[in-house]
């Protein structure tokens, strides 16, 4: 149901992922072997209660209680940290009546100016975001759309001291750090960017942002070794990514010196043009 009742794209990549997520805590738990006789038991037609308990040894309503468990303490890492569900802020018309109805409510002020982004009016996300940062000046939605606003216009100086603001005030999470990083490297600074990139994974190690900056970051630096590094966390996410897996070779000859190497690896984009040329 999460597939056929879907109705925007992020439902159905939460479907797709839930669905990723389940069957790596089968293998998990149950190992790899017992996926072939799953398959082969739906595809004689039994239904799933009788697959469940029949190869894997458990009830489906137990199965469901104990994935379930494990999904909060998976998930628990998220919990207070920083995100914004955009999709909240779609009905700019109801969120302006809410305003309406709070004046000099920051969090009103910050939800509208997340609105008016929705909309692109970023004159107006301005004008709410400040609002809602003169009356509460560590308001994390009036930074945010602040940050937003000051991406749109080229300003990465205020759009970082806008992010460093809802750090002091107290809130973190992995999209501030991704958008740390990246102001960093607009500003030419590899190394405070692979700081931010680390703060990054730390707080969500399943996602590729961080690990692609962490190539960026690498290729600046002439760092093989992070390039490596770089690679297999990116591998480790999309398996079926040749250009990661060609850059994985690249990075896998002995005796070449760091200067040599730098250029195949830290770049998997290289790495695919040098095979198409040696195919053709």
Not at 24 to 35: D, K, N, P, S
Not at 66 to 92: C, K, M, N, P, V
Request: with cysteine; proline share 5%; charged share 25%.
């Amino acid at each position: 149901r999460a597939f056929t009742d879907a109705r925007t794209p992020e439902d159905l990549m939460t479907a797709y992922y839930a669905s990723f997520v389940a069957v790596r805590y089968l293998v998990e738990r149950f190992g790899f072997a017992r996926m072939r006789p799953m398959l082969v038991a739906w595809g004689r037609g039994e239904r799933t209660p009788d697959v469940v308990r029949s190869v894997l040894g458990i009830e489906l309503e137990q199965l469901g209680e104990d994935f379930t468990g494990y999904l909060r303490e998976r998930l628990a890492r998220f919990d207070g940290q920083f995100h914004i569900d955009f999709s909240r802020y779609r009905d700019l018309a109801a969120v302006e009546r809410e305003a309406a109805a709070h004046p000099g409510e920051p969090d009103a002020l910050g939800a509208l100016a997340l609105a008016y982004l929705m909309h692109k009016d970023y004159a107006g996300a301005e004008r709410a975001g400040l609002a809602a940062i003169r009356i509460a000046p560590m308001h994390p939605l009036g930074h945010f759309a602040l940050t937003r606003v000051a991406l749109e216009k080229g300003d990465v100086k205020r759009a970082e001291r806008c992010l460093r603001a809802i750090l002091r005030g107290g809130a973190d999470g992995h999209i501030l750090r991704i958008l740390l990083a990246r102001a960093a490297l607009a500003q030419s600074r590899p190394r405070d960017a692979l700081v931010e990139a680390e703060l990054a994974l730390k707080l969500d190690s399943d996602r590729p942002e961080a690990w692609h900056i962490m190539l960026d970051v690498a290729e600046k630096l002439s760092d093989p070794a992070l390039a490596r590094r770089a690679l297999e966390g990116l591998v480790a996410l999309d398996q079926h990514d040749r250009v990661l897996h060609l850059g994985q070779v690249q990075a896998l000859p002995e005796g070449v010196t760091p200067e040599e190497g730098a250029s195949w690896f830290v770049n998997p984009m290289t790495a695919l043009g040098m095979t198409e040329t040696m195919r053709s």
